[in-house]
């Protein structure tokens, strides 16, 4: 982990209910989110978990506006949820930043193009797999169908990913995993 500055975590999408709810956390302390932190912490990364704006209708230019508040180089590990992995990868695809790792968890790229909005218009560029050290994708059999074909987007156009299959897990939702904790994201983030 010592070569790592720092580190980014991203959240998904959510439904405006549950975002307007005082049952239910903010995004980014959902799930895993705060538990990997925790655990990038303790090895002595710099980690951040932003809240990214109105996650019940993401807009890309706010989320792009947040996450470029923070430092992000050839030393800093990218970790994105759902909807926020996809962001990710457009945000890759428009800049040319090198980066040391990029970690997609159940990546959705909105396949079906349910959204209205151009927040997934682009093509993922191919050579962002040269800018950073590395890329790890991990889905489960079990998530959605457009999570599922989002997965082989992502595979078709970045061939040195490596792709880390799960039985299972679904959506890697807290519910799913049965634990807000992730070892399984651990360790490969540890690697």
Avoid at 27 to 55: C, D, F, Y
Avoid at 99 to 114: F, G, K, N, Q
Wanted: proline share 7%.
């Amino acid at each position: 982990m010592s070569a790592l500055d720092n580190a980014i975590i991203l959240h998904g999408a959510c439904e405006r209910a549950e975002y307007f709810s005082s049952e239910h956390p903010a995004q980014s302390n959902s799930h895993w989110l705060p538990w990997m932190q925790k655990q990038l912490l303790i090895r002595g990364v710099a980690t951040q978990t932003p809240e990214m704006p109105s996650p019940y209708d993401p807009d890309y230019g706010s989320w792009k506006r947040e996450l470029e508040r923070f430092d992000i180089g050839p030393r800093t590990l990218l970790i994105g949820y759902s909807c926020g992995a996809g962001f990710l990868l457009r945000w890759l695809s428009e800049r040319v930043v090198p980066i040391a790792r990029l970690i997609l968890v159940a990546p959705w790229l909105d396949p079906e193009r349910a959204r209205t909005d151009a927040f997934f218009d682009f093509k993922i560029d191919s050579a962002l797999a040269s800018r950073a050290k590395s890329i790890d994708l991990l889905v489960s059999n079990d998530d959605h169908a457009s999570i599922q074909k989002s997965v082989e987007q992502i595979i078709a156009a970045l061939p040195p990913i490596r792709v880390h299959r799960f039985r299972e897990l679904g959506h890697f939702t807290s519910e799913d995993l049965g634990s807000t904790a992730f070892p399984q994201l651990r360790a490969i983030a540890f690697e």
